[in-house]
């Protein structure tokens, strides 16, 4: 089998600290819309990737919003490696966070969602007036990373499409007020970046689960990246997923062997790596090649 347009090494090693940036000037001004509007929500939904609950947050949320009562969603929990999930649990409680772990098509999920929110609320309001009433509707502003899952939820939460869910980061481009159910109004926000992604490595992470354009990274490298991750924390499954019978760790041979096992060859039998790349980046983001985390909480 004739073999061209093989990947170029990559290390992680090699992965400088080069910042990135995919800032368009929607979000600039959602930051501005984001401030205007706290004093119109009684909480903030902060949304974020399971699977990176420290990259797929935003520092720029946390300074606007610090005065705010604020929940941290972490979705798509059930694409997470539940050991991970602990880690970051016993983290987040160390640094008393209020935080929970879900899953964003789970009506049981989204339930208790409403159920701790509304606790949240209450609680702040008795700090000032102890004899205070608790309130009887919930007026939630939703921000977060692109392609979190914040459509999905608002949707959920509603039992309608209420808003357009798309597997593009960055298709919401404004805000938009939500009735989900008779004592909850969401206010939606388009997804918003940091201003700068500090290293390739979190670029990578965030490509991997689609917070931002696939043109940012290419998809080799993105692929190549999830594969090596997948060779030191579940190598069994991604050898069963592609029906590789071969053992191998090393991730060049590997997209060797998916190709051939995938049937992904060009008229001269030639490997078509496009074709695996794209493959491996649907599979991994279908959530087909087992549950899995980008790093781990700070000091662990």
Not at 232 to 251: A, P, V
Not at 265 to 282: A, G, H, T
Request: a positive charge; hydrophobic letters at 35%; glycine letters at 4%.
């Amino acid at each position: 089998m004739k073999k061209s347009n093989k990947p170029a090494d990559i290390s992680i090693k090699e992965y400088s600290n080069k910042n990135f940036n995919w800032f368009p000037g929607h979000m600039k001004k959602a930051i501005d819309e984001v401030k205007k509007n706290l004093r119109l929500v009684d909480i903030i939904f902060e949304i974020r990737d399971a699977r990176s609950p420290l990259v797929t947050s935003n520092k720029t949320f946390t300074d606007q919003i610090k005065n705010k009562s604020r929940l941290i969603i972490m979705n798509k929990a059930n694409l997470a490696n539940p050991d991970m999930t602990t880690e970051w649990s016993n983290w987040f409680s160390a640094n008393n966070e209020d935080f929970m772990f879900i899953n964003g098509l789970d009506k049981k999920s989204l339930d208790q969602i409403l159920v701790r929110a509304k606790k949240i609320v209450n609680d702040k309001r008795r700090e000032s007036n102890a004899e205070i009433a608790d309130i009887k509707k919930l007026r939630v502003m939703i921000i977060g990373l692109p392609n979190t899952g914040k459509s999905t939820i608002i949707n959920s939460l509603s039992n309608r499409d209420a808003t357009k869910v798309a597997d593009k980061p960055g298709q919401t481009q404004q805000q938009l007020w939500v009735k989900a159910a008779p004592d909850l109004d969401i206010l939606d926000t388009p997804g918003i970046m940091p201003p700068n992604i500090h290293n390739e490595e979190q670029a990578l992470w965030l490509s991997a689960i689609h917070a931002i354009p696939d043109r940012l990274t290419s998809a080799d490298d993105t692929a190549c990246y999830i594969l090596k991750h997948l060779i030191q924390t579940n190598l069994e499954h991604l050898l069963s997923f592609y029906k590789i019978e071969e053992k191998s760790d090393d991730y060049l041979e590997i997209i060797d062997l998916i190709a051939k096992s995938r049937g992904c060859i060009r008229k001269k039998n030639e490997y078509d790596y496009d074709r695996v790349f794209k493959m491996i980046l649907n599979d991994f983001r279908a959530g087909k090649l087992g549950l899995i985390n980008f790093g781990t909480p700070p000091n662990s």
